[in-house]
């Protein structure tokens, strides 16, 4: 299996990951954080940090994220 989300968000940019998540810390990251963080990455030439889709779905079957909130 692929990374954890815990281990994917380990190699992430901090202030990145900071300013995304920044008022939301107490939730469970939603996948729009996620997406947030990916298209950084992309735009900053750093698409080899981005999760694959395949992680991404267990992160959100396995309950390490949100897809959305009530």
């Known amino acids: 299996m692929g990374r954890s989300f815990q281990e994917w968000l380990g190699q992430q940019d901090q202030a990145v990951v900071a ?10 990251p939603l996948l729009n954080q996620i ?14 940090l981005n999760p694959s889709s ?9 309950g390490q994220i949100d897809a ?3």
Do not use: F, H, P, Y
Not at 19 to 28: I, S, V
């Open 54 to 62: 395949a992680e991404l779905l267990d992160w959100v079957t396995s």
């Open 19 to 28: 300013k995304t998540r920044a008022g939301d810390e107490a939730n469970k």
């Open 68 to 70: 959305m909130r009530k």
């Open 35 to 48: 997406n947030w963080i990916w298209v950084n990455n992309l735009m900053n030439q750093k698409a080899d």
